[in-house]
């Protein structure tokens, strides 16, 4: 156990120099976007010497390596700017914002998880049956799709044509009032506050655009799980379980899914940051008030603070993820870790 | 022994679909087990006996059916059971051990679990006392300190081990049958001794019934009762053991009798009964030019090469507080030996005893931790690996790999491979005189012409092991170190390829290094022979001597270890 501690620190302590680097990267990219915040923010009537002005009050007119200390110093007091798009400081945005983004992604995750699993399993299961044939189908069009199509495809039947979505503006219908924070994750609060209404109103909002995101994580999770069904199926323990008269389900789950288990974990993984980048446009789609619009309307302005903000919290974000799929993979595989 | 047989099966033929049609892979196979009888089927790679034993356990994949015939299982038609019935047999009534064990075991799941996992399903034990029990079969099968060898993993097994713990779970359930299919493959001789021993004891105890699939006749004579002869899908002799080696009566028998190298086999006898040996020229006397050239080819000094053992733990920067004292591993302890021009030596001994790196120290594929090789009167060592691959020495000491699929590019026809060396080496030009030495080195070896167009899966055993002597000997080299290079293939190519190994290096003078496990194969290649065990070497002579006189203790074990028959001690 104490080892397996030590590996976990040592593992986190390996995050810290992508961390560092991220920072640093972040900070340099948006220097490198094209635009000049002065000018944006001293608005279309200023001349030169108010666009001088303002510079001079976002701190612009130093060098580059002064603003870079002074934002790493900012940083680790935990203050990471103000964002002069909306006014308010970016640590409290990315608060309100995160949960929302991550109910999102983590609802498509999970219903992605839900089918392409099972999905892929029964496809392996039955290689050239009807239901191999509707994986395939549904792994072609899931990544021949794009997102923002799919969403605003849906929108279309769904809303307009069917009527049986709510209309997709944001997370809760305007009839409604949030639910007492605690998470953050409206569906979890209104559960927590014991409000029903608000809950189903809620799930109402969510599932067009998790199915969205779903369509988009369905194809590579069923994809690799029928992969590595196969080939666990096909391998010699199996072959051993077999011929030691071990029952199907038995052989099935205990010995086949587990093993095809790891890959699945890292391609999860894998899948998550993939779905944050796709977050991003399926937002928009949606008016959702994640991160992924406040990203884009923070780019368009060329609010650094917030475009740094939006880029380092996705980073460890990612890293936190991995971090957690290496964990589990240490769990279930007992040969993880003694590699290092 | 009872008269009626546990398993009969009778005119059993099992066809397989692929795509270029219907391949029958068994035609009429009939035989019969005995109870308490231990039947050897042997045979080469094709021959279908493995396909026998997955036909009978109901084991065969989707694509191969059994067409005609019948199997019975102690009065049960087991080509009429269902999936059903016949999962229950299974690991109850009759069970199956393979080769490669540690692949053959759930790689995630603690070996314990894997015995009670076959206990509970056939209710041979409860939830509560289902642990005891498996404890107790590890310590049947002589595993050391069961109670914690319970909870390993295979990867923290050796392979001799992990397939102790498929014996157990074999076993587990004391069925009447055991079907073992080339259970020692892969393993070290003296593994692969006591693993035949112990499944000798444990099936006799239970009074057993055993099926021995093996390629392997010396083992096969030392085990069995009874042995079937399989060729191309068809059984073309049964006899008891001593019948069939003192009186073959089927030709393909005296092929692989003869061509299975034994303690006192020659190497003009492996083939003495092949007809279709074209390649075979008569009688090549070792006749090195010893008395001309006297000179050492090769002197190693005290080579020794380290490795950071792995169970320690990585000092990497992020974790500066525990800083040990670096352990290293020595693989190859100190040794010393000289090769003389045109002689042939060589290196025995079992997987980690240091001969696979002593070779790659050679060859210059990795450096030594100190120490001197001293080729062709130059120290070799001096220079780094990398250096040394641009020197002109580098082409004058070639290799064999042991594998001679995985060796060879799967994108390259048979002629781009032999003509690599040319390239790249020799910095020959021109395609039309690449392609003439080429076809001359094909010819050496025996290779047809017709064959260098084709890549190496359109290509057998036999011809790819030719392909990467070819390969070797196309810059000319004047030492040549062949790393178990028959290993693969089956008895009958290896006895042709052995030959031609000879009869090359008395055309070339070149000089030999042959590394392998078999005693026997090294005896016939080598005159003189080098004992390794530990990264040491135990025992240094001439081949014949150290093989029927060892003096260490060592070299006496794995001499005995290796299972062969002699007609006189049957």
């Known amino acids: 156990m104490r080892t397996k501690l030590a590996q976990i620190g040592r593992r986190l302590l390996q995050a810290l120099p992508s961390v560092i680097g991220i920072i640093v990267i972040s900070f340099l990219l948006t220097r490198a976007l094209p635009g000049d915040p002065a000018v944006y923010f001293a608005g279309a009537m200023a001349d030169k010497e108010s666009i001088e002005q303002v510079r001079k009050a976002l701190g612009l007119d130093r060098s580059w390596v002064e603003q870079f200390f002074i934002y790493a110093g900012n940083l680790a007091k935990g203050d990471m700017g103000m964002s002069h798009n909306t006014g308010r400081p970016v640590a409290e945005e990315l608060l309100t914002r995160l949960p929302a983004s991550l109910e999102l992604t983590l609802t498509g995750l999970g219903l992605a998880i839900l089918i392409a699993v099972p999905l892929g399993m029964l496809a392996a299961t039955r290689p050239g049956s009807w239901i191999d044939h509707l994986c395939r189908l549904l792994v072609t069009a899931g990544v021949s799709l794009p997102t923002f199509f799919t969403g605003l495809f849906l929108i279309y039947i769904f809303y307009y044509l069917l009527g049986w979505a709510p209309s997709p503006l944001g997370r809760l219908d305007i009839l409604y009032m949030p639910p007492p924070h605690a998470t953050g994750f409206y569906a979890i609060d209104s559960l927590l506050a014991g409000d029903m209404e608000t809950f189903a109103a809620t799930l109402r909002q969510l599932v067009l655009p998790a199915v969205t995101l779903c369509l988009f994580a369905l194809a590579p999770i069923a994809r690799m799980t029928r992969g590595a069904m196969l080939g666990a199926l096909a391998s010699d323990y199996v072959r051993t379980a077999r011929a030691n008269g071990l029952t199907r389900s038995k052989i099935l789950f205990t010995y086949a899914f587990r093993n095809a288990a790891l890959p699945v974990l890292t391609t999860l993984g894998m899948v998550f940051s993939f779905l944050l980048g796709a977050n991003v446009l399926v937002e928009k789609v949606f008016s959702w008030p994640g991160i992924g619009s406040f990203a884009i309307e923070a780019l368009v302005a060329s609010d650094y603070a917030a475009v740094q903000g939006f880029v380092l919290s996705m980073a460890l974000l990612f890293v936190a993820v991995n971090l957690i799929i290496d964990l589990v993979l240490t769990l279930i595989d007992p040969r993880v870790g003694l590699e290092d | 022994m009872d008269a009626q047989p546990i398993l009969r099966i009778d005119n059993l033929s099992v066809r397989f679909r692929t795509r270029n049609g219907t391949v029958d892979a068994l035609k009429g196979v009939s035989f019969s087990v005995a109870k308490g009888e231990v039947l050897g089927v042997v045979g080469e790679s094709g021959s279908g006996k493995s396909v026998t034993a997955f036909t009978v356990t109901g084991l065969l994949d989707q694509a191969g059916e059994a067409c005609a015939g019948t199997i019975n299982f102690d009065g049960m038609e087991l080509t009429k059971a269902n999936e059903a019935e016949l999962r229950e047999l299974r690991g109850r009534e009759f069970s199956m051990i393979f080769q490669n064990p540690r692949a053959a075991l759930n790689p995630i799941r603690p070996v314990g679990k894997q015995i009670e996992d076959v206990l509970i399903q056939h209710a041979q034990a409860t939830r509560q006392d289902a642990k005891a029990k498996a404890i107790s079969m590890l ?42 299919d080339e259970p020692t493959t892969g393993l070290d001789v003296t593994t692969q001794k006591a693993t035949m021993d112990l499944i000798r004891d444990l099936t006799r105890e239970q009074h057993l019934s055993v099926v021995l699939i093996t390629h392997d006749l010396g083992m096969a004579a030392a085990y069995c009762d009874r042995i079937v002869v399989m060729q191309k899908g068809e059984v073309v002799e049964t006899a008891a053991v001593r019948d069939l080696f003192t009186a073959p009566k089927h030709p393909y028998t005296k092929k692989l009798i003869a061509a ?18 074209t390649s075979h020229q008569p009688s090549m006397t070792r006749t090195i030019n010893s008395g001309a050239d006297t000179g050492h080819l090769l002197e190693v000094v005290d080579l020794v090469k380290e490795f950071p053992r792995r169970d320690v733990e990585m000092t990497g920067w992020a974790w500066p507080v525990k800083k040990r004292e670096a352990q290293v591993f020595r693989a190859v302890d100190g040794i010393s030996f000289v090769l003389k021009r045109g002689e042939s030596l060589g290196l025995v001994g079992e997987s980690g005893c240091g001969k696979s790196t002593t070779s790659s120290i050679l060859t210059r594929l990795m450096d030594p931790t100190s120490g001197d090789v001293i080729f062709d009167g130059a120290n070799v060592t001096s220079y780094s690996a990398q250096q040394f691959a641009r020197l002109p020495q580098r082409m004058k000491i070639q290799m064999v790999f042991q594998d001679p699929s995985d060796s060879l590019n799967p994108r390259f026809t ?29 010819e050496k070896v025996g290779l047809e012409k017709a064959l260098l167009s084709r890549f190496p899966h359109q290509l057998s055993g036999g011809q790819k092991a030719r392909v990467g002597i ?24 290896q006895a ?22 078999d005693l026997n194969v090294v005896r016939l290649l080598c005159e003189r022979v080098i004992v390794m065990n530990r990264g040491r070497i135990v025992e240094d002579g001439l081949a014949d001597e150290v093989l029927s006189n ?21």
């Open chain 2, 496 to 517: 042709v390829v052995l030959q031609l190994l000879d009869r090359l290096r008395c055309e070339l003078g070149m000089s030999y290094i042959f590394v392998s496990h």
């Open chain 2, 260 to 277: 299975s190298p034994g303690p006192s086999s020659k190497l003009d006898d492996l083939t003495a009964v092949l007809d279709d040996n």
């Open chain 2, 470 to 493: 070819a390969r070797a000997i196309a810059a000319d080299p004047l030492l040549l170190i062949l790393d178990e290079p028959t290993s693969a293939l089956d008895v009958s190519v």
């Open chain 2, 550 to 570: 060892p003096k260490d203790d060592y070299t006496r074990q794995l001499v005995s270890a290796i299972p062969h028959f002699e007609p006189g001690k049957l």
């Open chain 2, 414 to 442: 048979a002629q781009d491979s032999i003509a690599e060396p040319l390239k790249r080496l020799l910095k020959m030009k021109g395609s039309k005189q690449i392609d003439i030495k080429v076809e001359e080195l094909a």
């Open chain 2, 139 to 180: 310590e049947k099968v002589k595993i050391v300190e069961p109670y914690l060898r319970y909870w390993s993993y295979p990867f923290e097994l050796s392979g001799g081990m992990c397939q102790r713990v498929m014996i157990a779970i074999a076993l587990a359930c004391e069925p009447r049958l055991l079907i073992a």
